[in-house]
């Protein structure tokens, strides 16, 4: 591509500027409500912070009436979100220690033994619109560069910006066929393949997979719903009081969103401490043999297809023991997860609903006992 993106020159003048405009970009964003100021919804707040602590789960589906939160939640996520590594300059924010999420720039640098100048980046966020173009989101042939250098070079889409991030998906069940399959086809791999006017291009594109919904639009087809790793069902709050106290709050944050934020800062930080220990001691973290046996039992007997439930439900769980700060999987932490790893797999017909989960959770009685 013609791009020395990896002249170690200044390194210190670059990560400072880096940092800098992160500051500036923090400054002028539009305040994010509080992921602890969030009322009730404990189940998708759960299944949220699993896919954070441990992205290979495989993200989430949030599924609920309209007016319910399910978007807010999904973006007050982003100030909990933990700092990684990445390569300076590089489009597809490589990380310099795992070859299997760098670009091909990178990689080339490293096989030739040049040292990488390195910052620390916050997990991006990329919200992927429903009107978003193929090329949009998956990238296509730089015409500014193909015009005044004559060369031809990739633009990144929203896939590279997604890797090693989360890809949010509001209203999924409406997005377009063709997006859809283009997910698919990176949610399956980890890596994006663009061939178009003479460009082949690969590049990783590891992203945990978020999107929500209203049943009531349509539903998924069953290809993309497999790949969420977990479901979570959303409904309307019924207490009165619980209502009364959301509307409050949700008032004195439109009110004064920089002094609500504030009042919430030190469960924020809390809570963001309470995620960082959960990631460091989650490869200690372990789940008898003969869990793993029951867990695969609930699944053989619900009739799931694959084994991708079975993943799923022991990630969760060994996620879940990392987050209360346990070493060692409880039943009670496989109870928890398990109706979330599987409901959203039980349906073989299209036109039947998914089930609630309490199909789960009288099998997982039924085995665990």
């Not at 597809?92 to 990488?116: C, F, H, Q, T």
């Not at 590049?203 to 087809?221: C, K, M, T, V």
């Not at 867990?295 to 969760?316: M, Q, W």
Request: include cysteine.
């Amino acid at each position: 591509m013609g791009r020395a993106l990896f002249a170690v020159t200044n390194v210190a003048t670059e990560v400072n500027s880096v940092e800098q405009a992160q500051k500036r970009s923090k400054e002028s964003q539009r305040p994010v409500y509080p992921f602890t100021a969030i009322v009730g919804q404990e189940e998708m707040k759960l299944c949220l912070l699993l896919n954070v602590i441990d992205p290979k789960i495989g993200g989430v589906m949030i599924m609920g009436d309209r007016g319910t939160g399910k978007s807010t939640t999904v973006r007050s996520l982003v100030d909990l979100l933990p700092v990684i590594k990445v390569v300076v300059g590089d489009p597809y924010n490589s990380d310099p220690e795992d070859p299997e999420a760098m670009g091909i720039e990178v990689r080339e640098s490293v096989v030739k033994g040049e040292e990488l100048s390195i910052t620390f980046s916050k997990i991006n966020m990329v919200d992927l619109p429903l009107g978003a173009t193929e090329d949009r989101v998956c990238g296509t042939i730089d015409i500014e560069k193909a015009l005044t250098e004559g060369v031809k070079a990739f633009e990144p889409g929203l896939l590279a910006k997604a890797n090693r991030g989360i890809l949010y998906v509001d209203e999924v069940n409406l997005l377009d066929d063709h997006l859809v399959d283009v997910l698919l086809d990176s949610a399956a791999s980890g890596w994006n393949t663009v061939e178009r006017e003479g460009i082949s291009i690969s590049h990783p594109a590891r992203f945990i997979l978020i999107g929500s919904g209203n049943p009531e639009e349509g539903e998924l087809r069953p290809q993309l719903l497999d790949r969420f790793g977990m479901h979570a069902q959303v409904g309307t709050v019924r207490d009165a009081e619980l209502r009364v106290k959301i509307v409050e709050e949700r008032a004195r944050f439109d009110k004064n969103p920089k002094e609500f934020r504030d009042s919430y800062k030190a469960e924020q930080a809390k809570l963001q401490q309470q995620i960082a220990s959960a990631r460091s001691s989650l490869p200690a973290v372990q789940i008898d043999h003969d869990l793993k046996v029951k867990i695969s039992k609930v699944c053989a007997e619900l009739n799931v297809d694959g084994l991708r439930g079975d993943i799923v439900s022991n990630r969760a769980a060994k996620a879940l023991a990392a987050l209360k700060g346990r070493d060692k999987v409880s039943a009670e932490d496989i109870a928890t997860v398990i109706p979330n790893c599987l409901r959203h797999r039980l349906r073989k017909d299209p036109l039947e609903s998914i089930d609630s989960g309490l199909l789960v959770i009288e099998k997982f009685y039924e085995v665990f006992s």
